[in-house]
């Protein structure tokens, strides 16, 4: 599997969420702001994290595609 | 028209608004608030005819009554101002800095606090919310039973906040009392003298920086290091930062954390289950930020313009609470459900936007480390018997109190 993760840097306004739910896969920079825009997840393992970390973004600003 | 007279106020419905939109729902003074009131946000949420309403109450303003609108507000700072945080607007008052400016300015303003707030800075707040809490408990421990508020939900967040300004958390009681006269005093001489003696206070912390030159903590950055159009920081904007932390990080976190214990001591089981589970208890207070969100935003439309179906003019005003969107059915199901395993949880109890809380890390870190701590030593946490709760809603919301006992 392989899943492009997107993030609206416009819209994040550093909620920090995604990397609550998705440690593993999202990560911040010094401010809290997500940097894993164009990021590929490969490892099966890590689809939950993927999916939950997009669903807990009170921006909606992640978006997650089946590449 | 739902439920009731078109004017009970002095100001007439203004022709821009449809008749179908207008409801007379008074979210400042609604008796009900005082029960219930996520129960209410979140009646009026299901109830409401359209997703933007507008209510006659509080001399007139719009009510946004669905998530996805308010969080689409909270994103467009262009057409919803944060110039004024009331309804009506307080004429005169001084800008708090960064919540009542918008951008461009705000960016400015919002950047040099992220750089020290941000989640990694936020690692010593955590061992000092842990000694603190420790110290607040040993106080009242052996007695049984304590208001939790008084013993360590307000004193707390107070102590932290002299710590994150660099001032000695011994002068924590003064403050306390200060921060009551100045939110609740009685008349407008009390308030103003506390604000006054606040604002000497603040004063000599600032002077303490620029003295000792240290950028450690928060304040000292913003007095040393802090560069607002590439000049170090007025006095002035010092002031107005150090203020909007004084007013934004204490109550906040305050009824947070009594929220937290409020749901903790009146669901039994809910303490054994915090305390096994290490992923609970930073999903809980999530979910406990999400049902009993504690803030209703304002926004002020900057100029004429049509949005979901009704005529907006420049200068009408609008609640853009959160506390609103967190109890919004179609985005959460069973709203009022506290779920610690909740899925998507995309609440905004810090709020959306470019003035989201630029203190949520830290307030997180406060919260979990103050639950790890407490709960294992309040064994069997429970109201005391014949507690009636009661809570202040506006603005913000809270409860006034929380008499609990413990097994000892
Ligand atoms: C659980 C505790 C807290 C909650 C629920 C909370 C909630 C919020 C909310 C909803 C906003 C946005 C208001 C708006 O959009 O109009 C906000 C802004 C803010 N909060 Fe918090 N807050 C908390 C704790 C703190 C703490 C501990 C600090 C301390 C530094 C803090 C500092 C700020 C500041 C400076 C702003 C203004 C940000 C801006 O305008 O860019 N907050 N808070
Ligand atoms: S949760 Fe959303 S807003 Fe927050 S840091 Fe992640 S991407 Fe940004």
Redesign the interface.
Known sequence: MELKITVDRS?C?????C??KGPDVYE?????FCISDGKIVTDESLRTQVI?GM??????AISVIEA | MVGGVIQTQDRPVPDHVEPTYVVDWDYLKDPRLQIDPHGLYAKWTAEAPHEVVWTTANGGHWMILSNEAI?EAL?TPELFSSKHTGIPPRPGAAKLIPEELDPPEHTKYR?QL??RL????IKYFDGRARAMANELIDRVQAAGKCDLMQALTIPLPCSLFLDMVGLPSERTEEFVQWKDELFQGSNNEIRIGAQQRINAYLEEAIALKRKDGGADDLLGYLVNEGRIDDEPITQADLMAYAFLFFIAGLDTVTATMTNCFHYIATHPGAQDKLLENRSFL?DFP?EILRRYSVVNSVRTATRDFEWRGVQIKAEDQFVAGTAFANVDGKEFPDPLTVDFER??????G?G???H?CAG??LARTELVAVMQEVLPRLPNLRLQPGTDLKYYAGGLIGLTELPVEWDV
Do not use: T, W, Y
């Open positions: 819209k306004s550093g909620h920090a969420r990397a609550m911040l920079d010094d401010e809290g939950h669903k807990a973004c009170p921006e909606r | 969080v994103q950047s992220n750089k941000g989640p990694k800075m930073i999530e899925e998507n949880n995309r609440h905004i810090f959306a936007g470019p989201r949520s890390h």
